[in-house]
């Protein structure tokens, strides 16, 4: 799990470069502001990384899956 305050993308936070991004849902359940400070966490379902953020204790993308080259 990665908890933000770092500026972390999701595909760094998994060792992958942003532009190696192929696919990516998700979605949004609660509002996010600019300067919300995101906790993720991710797990991994074969080739696709699945994840959900969250802001404080509330979930603000839920069902997140993402998948890189």
């Known amino acids: 799990m990665h908890t933000g ?3 972390v993308s999701l595909a760094s936070s998994l060792g992958a470069h942003p ?3 192929r696919e990516l849902e998700g979605c949004f359940v609660a509002p996010v502001f600019p300067v919300d400070e995101l906790r ?3 797990w ?3 080739e696709a990384t ?3 953020a969250a ?3 509330r979930t603000v993308i839920s069902a997140g899956r993402a998948r890189l080259a």
């Open 5 to 7: 305050g770092d500026h």
């Open 19 to 21: 532009a190696d991004l």
């Open 40 to 42: 993720l966490e991710t």
């Open 44 to 46: 991994t379902d074969g």
């Open 50 to 52: 699945l994840f959900e």
């Open 55 to 57: 802001v404080e204790d």
